[in-house]
């Protein structure tokens, strides 16, 4: 599959050039607004392409959890405020895309966290979401990150929390959860947030792609 090839090494990753790979926002059923955010990614990508010298192409693509369009991507975004359904063959899609080296970034755009848990669960039903350590690599490269993802919208009062699930010691999905992560690479337009709010969303987005990139334990 083309995604083992592409997490592998992030140095091979960027010599390659041409803006021949791409990031990809998730695409679901249940009626839920996979489609939230629509300037967070290409946002992210700018911000990567600069900061880690990667060549994505400028706009992301939109892949169905279903389609085997899935393993062209070695970095997948999920979003959504709402409900989520995954079919039987659309959850056996998403955990060989994930088993085989690919990493999949969910962010609760406030609301989805009720229907993403048991949804995740027809994918892993082994595993379940842990808290990352502070320690955990996704917090120290290239950014330092020492408590964790950071605020960018308030809700509830509770603290921003990175979830994951781990398959065979390698972190396969990553999980913001009260963080409103996406929100902090949208245009500084459209929720007003602080530059360095959104530098700081920015930056962990960063690191998430940059451990997407690298990550050795495939």
């Known amino acids: 599959m083309k995604i083992l090839i592409l997490a592998l090494s992030f140095i091979s990753f960027t010599a390659l050039g041409q803006g021949s790979y791409e990031m990809a926002v998730l695409k679901y059923q249940g009626g839920g607004d996979w489609y939230a955010n629509p300037t967070a990614l290409p946002n992210l990508i700018e911000f990567v392409n600069k900061e880690l010298e990667t060549d994505f192409k400028s706009e992301p693509a939109q892949v169905d959890v279903g389609s085997p369009e899935l393993f062209n991507f070695p970095f997948i975004h999920m979003t959504g405020h709402g409900n989520v359904v995954f079919s039987g063959a659309e959850a056996e899609n998403l955990r060989t895309y994930l088993i085989g080296g690919g990493f999949l970034h969910i962010d609760d755009n406030y609301g989805m966290d009720a229907f993403i848990r048991p949804e995740m669960k027809k994918v892993f039903p082994e595993l379940e979401f842990v808290e990352i350590p502070f320690d955990h690599s996704i917090y120290q490269k290239p950014f330092v990150f020492p ?41 500084q337009s459209v929720h007003k947030d602080s530059q360095e709010t959104r530098l700081k969303a920015l930056k962990m987005g960063a690191n998430l792609v940059y451990h997407a990139l690298i990550s050795t334990e495939l």
């Open 147 to 187: 408590a964790g993802p950071p605020k960018v919208h308030e809700h509830d009062g509770l603290p921003a929390q990175g979830l994951g699930l781990f398959y065979d010691g390698r972190l396969v999905v990553y999980y913001t959860y009260q963080s409103d992560l996406g929100d902090g690479w949208e245009d």
